[in-house]
Nanobody, 115 residues
Framework: QVQLVESGGGLVQPGGSLRLSCAAS????????MYWYRQAPGEQRELVAT???????NYADSVKGRFTISRDNAKNTVYLQMNSLKPEDTAVYSC?????????WGQGTQVTVSS
């Protein structure tokens, strides 16, 4: 059974940092492109960052320069380092793994940026 389990969310003050992790089991992420999405209440889901199987990252304009996506295939884990957090970054963050027709989702982790 494939599982993606996100962790690392929580409450942080504006300007703070968090590091999200997405640990996979049941698949080897090395062949997968990996994605981080977020969804705020009442909003559509937004693609935040992607990383190809070869390690090339890409970011939404709203997080460029503040967030960094990385992968450790040996640990079967993808990370999202989030710095200089803003209240508008508040959302449930979910990871997604895609290869060919295979498409797997985690359950999400809540990130709240508030003073």
């Amino acid at each position: 059974q494939v599982q993606l389990v996100e962790s690392g969310g929580g409450l942080v003050q504006p300007g703070g940092s968090l590091r999200l992790s997405c640990a996979a089991s049941g698949i080897s992420i090395s062949i997968y492109a990996m994605y981080w999405y977020r969804q705020a209440p009442g909003e559509q889901r937004e693609l935040v960052a992607t990383i190809t199987s070869g390690g090339k990252p890409n970011y939404a304009d709203s997080v460029k320069g503040r967030f960094t996506i990385s992968r450790d295939n040996a640990k079967n884990t993808v990370y999202l380092q989030m710095n200089s957090l803003k209240p508008e970054d508040t959302a449930v963050y979910s990871c997604n793994a895609r290869f060919s027709i295979m498409n797997h989702w985690g359950q999400g982790t809540q990130v709240t940026v508030s003073s």
